[in-house]
C-alpha cells in the first residue's frame, strides 16, 4: 500500500496545539489506514490567518486541531475545544453533522483530552501510555495551578518547555517535538539537549519580561492594563499580571508580536471571584475568539491606533 500523507495543522505557539498534534498522530497511526507520512503545521491566530488556507492542506489527509474551522472539503479530520471554533452556530451544525470525523466540545479543557477521550470512545486507542502529556496539557491549558505564582514558576522541566513552546513553537519545532512526544517520556523531552539549547535564553529573559510588565501595568477597577508595543516580549508573560494585581478579576495585554498585535484577555482564576462576562464573545466581537475565560484579538502592527481603541473598549467593557 502507498504511504499516505498526512497533514496536521495545530494551534501555534501553544503546548496544548502541540500535544494536540502529537494525539492525533497516535490516534491516526492506531486506528489503520497502512503508512503514513505526518507534516505538521503551526498555525498563529492573527489578522492574515483567520482560517487555514486551501494551499497547506494538501496531504492524502488534513487535520487541523485546537484551531478554528476551516470549511473545505480537504479537512478529514477536526477537533477543537474553542467556543469561538465556528463563524456561527449554523456551521458548526452542518460541519458535524456532516461528517463523523469532525469533534468540537467547548466544554473542555484541552483539545488534548478532547482527542484522547475521543480516540478511546469513538476509536477504540488506548492513550495509556501518553496519560502524562495530556494531564500537562489540561493543566496548562485551563490555568488549573494552585497560584499565579505556580503558574508563572519554570523550575518544573515541563514548565520549561511549555515556555519553549510559546517562544519558539514554528513549524520546525513542531516537526521536531510531535514525534519525540510519542517516542519518549514527557519529561525526558523537556530535559533534551534541543529543548534545554531554547530554554536557556528565554529563563534569562524572564525576568526582563516580569520587569516590563511590572512597570506598564495599571489597575482599573477589576481590571489590570498593560501594554508593550515597542518590541515583542523575548519570554512569555502569561499569567504574570496574576501575580503582580492578585486582586484583579480581568487584565487585558496589548502586545506587539512578530506580525500583529495581539489583545490578551483573561479571567484571573485566583481571584476568589465569579466571573461577569463571556471573554470568548468579547473576543469575537473585535475579530478574535477563545474561551469564556481567555481569549484574544489582533490587528496589523500599521494599525496600532484601532488595537489601542479596542483594548480601551475591551478594559472598559469588564470595568462595568
Same mark, same amino acid.
Given at each position: 500500500?502507498?504511504?499516505?500523507?498526512?497533514?496536521?495543522?495545530?494551534?501555534?505557539? @501553544?503546548?496544548?496545539?502541540?500535544?494536540?498534534? &502529537?494525539?492525533?498522530?497516535?490516534?491516526?497511526?492506531? %486506528?489503520?489506514?497502512?503508512?503514513?507520512?505526518?507534516?505538521?503545521?503551526? @498555525?498563529?491566530?492573527?489578522?492574515?490567518?483567520?482560517?487555514?488556507?486551501?494551499?497547506?492542506? =494538501?496531504?492524502?489527509?488534513?487535520? +487541523?486541531?485546537?484551531? =478554528? !474551522?476551516?470549511? %473545505?472539503?480537504?479537512?478529514?479530520?477536526?477537533?477543537?475545544?474553542?467556543?469561538?471554533?465556528?463563524? %456561527?452556530?449554523?456551521?458548526? #451544525?452542518? $460541519? +458535524?453533522?456532516?461528517?463523523?470525523?469532525?469533534?468540537?466540545?467547548?466544554?473542555?479543557?484541552? @483539545?488534548?483530552?478532547? +482527542?484522547?477521550?475521543?480516540?478511546?470512545?469513538? !476509536?477504540?486507542?488506548? !492513550?495509556?501510555?501518553?496519560? *502524562?502529556?495530556?494531564?500537562?496539557?489540561?493543566?496548562?491549558?485551563?490555568?488549573?495551578? *494552585?497560584?499565579?505564582?505556580?503558574a508563572i514558576d519554570r523550575a518544573e522541566?515541563?514548565?520549561?518547555?511549555? &515556555?519553549?513552546?510559546?517562544?519558539?513553537?514554528?513549524?520546525?519545532?513542531?516537526?521536531?517535538?510531535?514525534?519525540?512526544?510519542?517516542?519518549?517520556?514527557?519529561?525526558?523531552?523537556?530535559?533534551?539537549?534541543?529543548?534545554?539549547?531554547?530554554? =536557556?535564553? +528565554?529563563?534569562?529573559?524572564?525576568?526582563?519580561?516580569?520587569?516590563?510588565?511590572?512597570?506598564?501595568?495599571?489597575?482599573?477597577?477589576? #481590571?489590570?492594563? /498593560? *501594554?508593550?508595543?515597542?518590541?515583542?516580549?523575548?519570554?512569555?508573560?502569561? !499569567?504574570?499580571?496574576?501575580?503582580?494585581?492578585?486582586? $484583579?478579576?480581568?487584565?487585558?495585554?496589548?502586545?506587539?508580536?512578530?506580525?500583529?498585535?495581539?489583545?490578551?484577555?483573561?479571567?484571573?482564576?485566583? @481571584?476568589?471571584?465569579?466571573?461577569?462576562?463571556?471573554?470568548a464573545d468579547i473576543c469575537r466581537r473585535?475579530?478574535?475568539?477563545?474561551?469564556?475565560? /481567555?481569549?484574544?484579538?489582533?490587528?496589523?502592527?500599521? =494599525?496600532?491606533?484601532?488595537?489601542?481603541?479596542i483594548a480601551m473598549e475591551v478594559v472598559?467593557?469588564?470595568?462595568?
Open positions: 500500500m502507498a504511504e499516505r500523507k498526512v497533514v496536521v495543522a495545530a494551534h501555534g505557539h @501553544c503546548f496544548d496545539g502541540l500535544a494536540s498534534a &502529537a494525539m492525533f498522530t497516535h490516534l491516526r497511526r492506531r %486506528s489503520g489506514g497502512g503508512s503514513l507520512r505526518f507534516r505538521y503545521l503551526s @498555525c498563529g491566530y492573527g489578522p492574515n490567518l483567520q482560517t487555514i488556507p486551501e494551499a497547506w492542506l =494538501r496531504g492524502d489527509e488534513n487535520a +487541523i486541531v485546537d484551531f =478554528r !474551522f476551516t470549511p %473545505s472539503k480537504r479537512v478529514t479530520w477536526f477537533f477543537d475545544h474553542h467556543v469561538t471554533a465556528f463563524a %456561527s452556530e449554523a456551521e458548526r #451544525v452542518r $460541519a +458535524i453533522a456532516g461528517s463523523e470525523r469532525y469533534f468540537h466540545d467547548g466544554a473542555y479543557g484541552s @483539545c488534548t483530552k478532547l +482527542i484522547a477521550d475521543v480516540g478511546e470512545a469513538r !476509536f477504540g486507542v488506548s !492513550f495509556d501510555q501518553h496519560r *502524562e502529556l495530556v494531564r500537562w496539557a489540561d493543566l496548562i491549558d485551563t490555568a488549573g495551578f *494552585e497560584s499565579a505564582a505556580q522541566p515541563v514548565m520549561q518547555l511549555a &515556555a519553549v513552546i510559546e517562544q519558539h513553537g514554528d513549524r520546525e519545532l513542531y516537526d521536531a517535538l510531535a514525534p519525540l512526544l510519542l517516542e519518549k517520556e514527557l519529561v525526558d523531552v523537556a530535559t533534551s539537549d534541543k529543548v534545554q539549547e531554547l530554554w =536557556r535564553p +528565554i529563563a534569562t529573559a524572564a525576568s526582563e519580561t516580569q520587569r516590563r510588565i511590572g512597570q506598564a501595568l495599571v489597575v482599573r477597577g477589576d #481590571v489590570s492594563y /498593560v *501594554e508593550l508595543v515597542e518590541a515583542p516580549l523575548r519570554a512569555s508573560g502569561k !499569567f504574570v499580571a496574576y501575580a503582580l494585581a492578585p486582586d $484583579a478579576m480581568y487584565s487585558v495585554a496589548l502586545l506587539r508580536m512578530k506580525q500583529h498585535f495581539k489583545i490578551s484577555v483573561g479571567y484571573n482564576p485566583w @481571584c476568589r471571584r465569579e466571573r461577569r462576562h463571556d471573554i473585535h475579530g478574535g475568539g477563545g474561551h469564556p475565560v /481567555v481569549g484574544a484579538a489582533s490587528v496589523p502592527l500599521d =494599525r496600532l491606533d484601532e488595537a489601542r481603541r472598559e467593557e469588564l470595568a462595568t
